[in-house]
Nanobody
């Protein structure tokens, strides 16, 4: 089993920044893909960004140039630096880890962008 624990969400004004963290523990292996997804009220869950254990990244078009995903393999932790936040970024953000054909999810952390 793999456990994912997110932190760093909260309330921020438009144009502000937040940094999300997600620590993985349990039966993780060296080769995996970690990522961030989000789900706004009344909408489906959508990809925000993913990163391989080798450091290759993919960001959704809606966040390119504003959000940056990174990871520390020694700490089994993935980060999401979010800058220039907009009200439409408001959502519950979920951390994910994929390995050996299985997907694991964190409990989610709320990000609210509002003045």
């Amino acid at each position: 089993q793999v456990q994912l624990v997110e932190s760093g969400g909260g309330l921020v004004q438009p144009g502000g920044s937040l940094r999300l963290s997600c620590a993985a523990s349990g039966s993780t292996i060296r080769i995996n893909v970690m990522g961030w997804y989000r789900q706004a009220p009344g909408k489906e869950r959508e990809l925000v960004a993913v990163i391989t254990s080798g450091g290759r990244t993919n960001h959704a078009d809606s966040v390119k140039g504003r959000f940056t995903i990174s990871r520390d393999n020694a700490k089994n932790t993935v980060y999401l630096q979010m800058n220039s936040l907009k009200p439409e970024d408001t959502a519950v953000y979920y951390c994910s880890l994929s390995q050996l054909g299985y997907d694991y999810w964190g409990q989610g952390t709320q990000v609210t962008v509002s003045s």
